[in-house]
Structures are given as structure tokens and as C-alpha cells.
């Protein structure tokens, strides 16, 4: 029994193995070194070393900031992604290459750009300060840096599909009798709805792990704004060896679950469109 199909093209014994021990040499062994430090530290350990309250603030923060800004991403995201397809307007190539922009700049420039904006004398954070309210050295700069680094994930995976949807399904459905919001429910959205999910699982995966954005404009207080890449690096510095593998392996577990979940709903989705 043939387990993988023949191909017409030569040199899948060589591209397969290449792609293997590239994989296994850059994410396989890394995850594997940190899960085989977690095991060797024993259960009881491990345990101890993540439930502290320091860590569970720290992993709090991390993935609720990267999940609210995930979803602020995605409804953005999708609206700036309709606005560039559809529309024609001055300006619209500038802000399609701005959207670009997070993926160039380097993200420690990126976090004291914000810090400089939004810090209580800064030009944003004076107005901010007026109204009562503190972004930068808050867990609100935490969410602003996310957005920011998130945004272009969502956008350019939604663009492409946007721009392949057919005009006469969305005109058939007017003629029909379906209003906007009911054209945009039943027939848009479920198109959308496969890329739209993958890009909100790439910004959420990205703000997870974010550091040299967020750690300018956090503060960095513990119990407050310290956020979980932030304590792996203060227990590396300590030599704390273990309790950064721990809260490693951690981050690793809820990302895995988080991710997990995101794609089999996507699957359903897809299938629910006849995508597969």
C-alpha cells in the first residue's frame, strides 16, 4: 500500500527530507529541548514554578492583552482590508503600503515611537492625561502595542480573499429581496470567515509573544503590567534556568490549546461553505 501518492515530479525523497530536518532543526528541537527541561524538573516543580502569583499575573496579562487585541485586530482588520478592495480614493496605495509598515520596523523603534506619543508629556498621552485616562506604563499601552504589530496579519490574509469575491453573488442577493446587513451575514461573511480566523490566529499568536513593543510602553511593574516574555527574560538573567523553561512551557500549553481551537473552527467553517 502506497501511503504517499506518487507525484510526477522527481526529487521527493530529497525536498522531503530537506523540509524535515529544516523543520526539526528550527522549531521541532527547540520544543522539544524546552518540553525534555520541563520533564527533568518533575511534576511538582513544574507546578510550583508557574502557580506562583507573580507568573499567573504575568500569563494573565500576556494572553488576555493578546487576545483583546486580536479581536479589535480582526474586526479592523477585515474593515481596512474591504475599504482597500473595494474602494478607489486618494491616498489609497499609501495606506496600503503603511499597512506594512509593523512588518519593517523594528519592533523596539516601534515601542518607543508609542512611548514617545502616549507617555503622560507626550503628544497623545497629554490629551489622554486631560480626560482622565493613562495608556503608556498601563496594561491600555500593552493593547496598543499589540494592535499595532497585529493589524497587518489580519489585513493581508482577508485582502486576497475580499478581492476574489464575486460582485453578482453580493447583486443576486440584493435582487432577491436580502438587505445590506442580510447580504453581508449570509453571504460575505461566511466567505470570509476561514481567512478571517487565520489572521486573527497570527495576530494572536504574534501578540503572545511580542517583547521589544511592549516592554518601552508597559512600564513593566510586577503584578501589573509585566507581561510573560518579559519574566522569562528576568529569570534567564537571575540563571533561573528552570523557572523560565516552566513558564515557557506554559506559554507554550495555552498558545497550543488557544490555537487548537481557532483552527478547528476554521475547519467547521470551512466545510460549512463547501470549502472541504
Known amino acids: 500500500m502506497r501511503i504517499v501518492a506518487k507525484s510526477p515530479m522527481p526529487g521527493f525523497a530529497l525536498s522531503a527530507g530537506l523540509v524535515l530536518s529544516l523543520l526539526s532543526l528550527i522549531v521541532l528541537l527547540p520544543i522539544g529541548a524546552l518540553l525534555v527541561r520541563g520533564a527533568g524538573m518533575g511534576l511538582a516543580d513544574l507546578t510550583a514554578a508557574i502557580?506562583?502569583?507573580?507568573?499567573?499575573?504575568?500569563?494573565?496579562?500576556?494572553?488576555?492583552?493578546?487576545?483583546?487585541?486580536?479581536?479589535?485586530?480582526?474586526?479592523?482588520?477585515?474593515?481596512?482590508?474591504?475599504?482597500?478592495?473595494?474602494?478607489?480614493?486618494?491616498?489609497?496605495?499609501?495606506?496600503?503600503?503603511?499597512?506594512?509598515?509593523?512588518?519593517?520596523?523594528?519592533?523596539?523603534?516601534?515601542?518607543?515611537?508609542?512611548?514617545?506619543?502616549?507617555?503622560?508629556?507626550?503628544?497623545?498621552?497629554?490629551?489622554?492625561?486631560?480626560?482622565?485616562?493613562?495608556?503608556?506604563?498601563?496594561?491600555?499601552?500593552?493593547?496598543?502595542?499589540?494592535?499595532?504589530?497585529?493589524?497587518?496579519?489580519?489585513?493581508r490574509t482577508v485582502q486576497p480573499v475580499i478581492a476574489e469575491i464575486d460582485r453578482e453573488v453580493e447583486e443576486a442577493s440584493a435582487t432577491l429581496g436580502a438587505s445590506r446587513l442580510t447580504t453581508l451575514r449570509r453571504v460575505v461573511a461566511p466567505v470570509l470567515m476561514p481567512a478571517a480566523l487565520t489572521g486573527f490566529a497570527l495576530a494572536l499568536a504574534r501578540g503572545v509573544g511580542e517583547y521589544g513593543s511592549v516592554i518601552f510602553i508597559a512600564g513593566n511593574l510586577p503584578m501589573k503590567t509585566e507581561i510573560a516574555p518579559l519574566l522569562i527574560v528576568i529569570r534567564l538573567e537571575e540563571f533561573d534556568i528552570d523557572g523560565a523553561a516552566a513558564i515557557g512551557i506554559a506559554m507554550l500549553g495555552i498558545s497550543f490549546a488557544m490555537l487548537l481551537l481557532i483552527n478547528a473552527v476554521q475547519v467547521w467553517s470551512r466545510r460549512r461553505i463547501g470549502y472541504v
Do not use: K, M
Open 51 to 155: 502557580s506562583g502569583e507573580r507568573v499567573r499575573s504575568a500569563l494573565l496579562l500576556s494572553f488576555r492583552s493578546a487576545l483583546i487585541a486580536a479581536a479589535f485586530n480582526l474586526v479592523l482588520g477585515v474593515a481596512i482590508a474591504w475599504v482597500l478592495v473595494r474602494y478607489r480614493f486618494p491616498g489609497r496605495r499609501l495606506i496600503d503600503a503603511a499597512i506594512d509598515l509593523p512588518f519593517a520596523l523594528p519592533t523596539a523603534v516601534a515601542g518607543i515611537a508609542l512611548t514617545a506619543l502616549y507617555a503622560p508629556n507626550g503628544v497623545f498621552g497629554q490629551i489622554a492625561a486631560a480626560a482622565g485616562l493613562r495608556i503608556a506604563y498601563a496594561p491600555p499601552g500593552i493593547l496598543l502595542a499589540l494592535v499595532f504589530v497585529g493589524l497587518p496579519f489580519v489585513v
